[in-house]
């Protein structure tokens, strides 16, 4: 990074989710940290966590240790962040003897790259001991530095959101540069495209093979190109596999592994006992609409603003925004999608508390009452939504009708 960067510029920036972590190892003995590379949970752990012992199993001479005598890392300390843990898994043996011997004296803070694989060995070993995170790229809040006010919140109120009118903030840098914390600083669009290519060829390629067998990284890039224009759609694994020349297998197994990577999500549809008729495959996101404007090759903003796919772009930064909100939740909240058999469609649907908050995501300045029929169809027939949110790239909150209001995406 440039030297002449000030020390004000490079500020660490607070995240959302620092606060409900640090409640968490107050109450629980090991906390677990995942999420995609890059996104910011090793520089989080140093600096809100400094008088914890840090160790990164990255290093080669800790990984070796680790392996051969785990319990010789946590002498002598009370409070241990073990990084990159996935690379170890038997060191989460010891990490339990450690909690049951010391009477869950020893905090640990366990953080890694990889989700599903590590969460089966951790959660045989750790049941009962450990309570899990998930941290996202940065959200547009966490960016500006203003994390204290959280206008997300205002949306579970029954009570009435007040009209404003604020600026307008355009969504499509947003969209090529994306929201990984080290792309914070650089503003130059050959720079960002840069970094995105080594993320993609270092830590997706270098990840892939310590996880597995990949046959052909070639073919895995396929696939991902394939998936990056369609995020934010319902995926037919047939059609893709005969698309790029694949076994369906293949591309099972590829897609599971993106999952274990945390680089993309799958969000389920939603049904209740009083809806019957619903489409039950999941959506897949990737997690930062940059990703994806990258592998589709959309380089700059005059082809992406014309880019056809840009609405699935513009759907999947929002959905990292709500996916991290429904995380701050305590419950979680849990996000859907809705589809009905007769293609009535609502983008996502948030459930927490027995409450329902259902949101369109359309890319226009002017939206009207046309927008937002589905939404207004779905709260008719679910009597637990609280109201529906249309969110669009204008620059007022305004009622659309008096049970769905519109915000501009970053007012979330």
Not at 235 to 254: C, F, H, K, M
Not at 300 to 318: S, W
Request: net charge neutral.
């Amino acid at each position: 990074m440039n030297k002449n960067h000030s020390n004000h510029e490079l500020k660490y920036k607070k995240r959302l989710i620092g606060d409900k972590i640090k409640k968490a190892i107050d109450s629980f003995p090991v906390v677990v940290l995942t999420g995609a590379r890059q996104v910011g949970k090793s520089t989080f752990l140093k600096e809100e966590f400094p008088d914890f012992k840090y160790l990164n199993l990255d290093e080669f001479t800790i990984l070796e240790q680790a392996q051969i005598d785990p319990y010789s890392l946590w002498i002598g300390a009370e409070k241990v962040i073990i990084d990159e843990v996935q690379k170890c898994p038997e060191i989460l043996l010891a990490i339990k003897n450690t909690v049951d011997i010391t009477q869950r004296k020893i905090k640990f803070i366990l953080s890694g790259s990889s989700n599903l694989l590590l969460m089966k060995e951790i959660s045989e070993s750790l049941a009962g001991r450990a309570i899990y995170f998930e941290m996202f790229p940065m959200t547009y809040r966490e960016i500006t530095g203003n994390i204290e006010k959280i206008n997300f919140l205002k949306l579970w109120q029954d009570d009435f959101i007040e009209e404003e009118t604020l600026e307008k903030i355009n969504p499509i840098p947003f969209i090529l540069k994306g929201f990984m914390p080290p792309l914070l600083y650089i503003n130059d669009l050959d720079s960002i495209l840069l970094w995105w290519e080594g993320y993609v060829k270092t830590y997706l390629e270098r990840d892939l093979r310590d996880l597995s067998q990949i046959e052909n990284l070639l073919d895995f890039r396929k696939l991902m190109s394939v998936l990056a224009p369609i995020t934010g759609n319902i995926i037919n694994q047939t059609e893709i596999a005969r698309d790029i020349g694949l076994s369906q297998p293949t591309v099972y197994r590829y897609l599971k592994l993106l999952e274990i990577l945390n680089i993309i999500r799958k969000v389920p549809a939603y049904f209740s006992s009083r809806i019957k008729r619903v489409i039950k495959s999941p959506k897949i996101f990737f997690i930062d609409p940059a990703l994806c404007a990258y592998l589709s090759e959309y380089h700059d903003e005059e082809t992406i603003k014309n880019a056809r796919e840009l609405g699935n772009f513009f759907e999947t930064m929002v959905f990292l925004h709500l996916q991290v909100y429904s995380e701050l939740l305590n419950p979680k909240g849990k996000l859907y999608y809705f589809r009905s058999i007769t293609g009535k469609e609502v983008d996502f649907i948030l459930e927490w508390r027995r409450k329902l908050l259902a949101f369109e995501v359309k890319l226009t300045e002017n939206p009207t009452i046309k927008d937002i029929k589905n939404l207004i169809d779905f709260i008719e027939e679910n009597p637990d939504s609280i109201r529906g949110v249309l969110i669009y790239t204008g620059d007022s909150v305004k009622y659309l009708h008096s049970k769905v209001i519109a915000i501009p995406w970053w007012w979330l």
